[in-house]
């Protein structure tokens, strides 16, 4: 106990150093815009309402139920089938209550006379609530016929 005391002890004056300013004045406080008035803050309370935001709403025409695609190399995910047409209405709301109520009111969504379900030897698929186009040489033989017979269904 003798020990701990004499080095504390020894210890205290460097830790207790006092800095004084190269001034040698007393610190002063001033305002935050630099002048010596008043510091009141003023809020200006006319403020402007707030533009009224673009929504879009975006339709996707499913033409199957969601069933697990799989790929050559044995890989597979959860997805239903979509053509590449898309219906976009834009619309101005105010607030997230009036696009809500905006996205009730939209017409529906009508499926075009010729949809493509092919493009580019790709096919698209609804996954995660994402479209995502998939390279039909990547599918699984039983998938590639699945998309050739719906594709030959649809009209031309």
Do not use: C, H
């Not at 935001?53 to 339709?59: A, D, F, G, V």
């Not at 010729?114 to 609530?129: A, E, S």
Request: aromatic share 8%; net charge positive.
């Amino acid at each position: 106990m003798k020990a701990f005391f004499f080095i504390f002890l020894a210890t205290a004056p460097l830790s207790a150093q006092v800095i004084n300013p190269t001034t040698g004045k007393k610190f002063e406080t001033r305002d935050l815009n630099g002048s010596g008035g008043s510091g009141g803050v003023s809020i200006n309370a006319a403020t402007k309402p707030a533009p009224p935001t673009k929504t879009k709403l975006t339709s996707y025409f499913i033409l199957g139920e969601p069933r697990q695609w799989k790929s050559k190399d044995g890989r597979s995910l959860l997805g239903a089938i979509i053509t590449f047409e898309e219906s976009v209405i834009e619309f101005d709301a105010a607030n997230p209550a009036a696009a809500r109520e905006a996205v009730e009111k939209a017409p529906p969504a009508k499926l075009p006379e010729k949809p493509t379900l092919i493009r580019d030897g790709k096919v698209r698929l609804m996954v995660n609530k994402k479209p995502v186009e998939v390279a039909l040489e990547l599918l699984s033989d039983d998938d590639r016929k699945y998309v050739e017979d719906l594709n030959a269904r649809l009209p031309k």
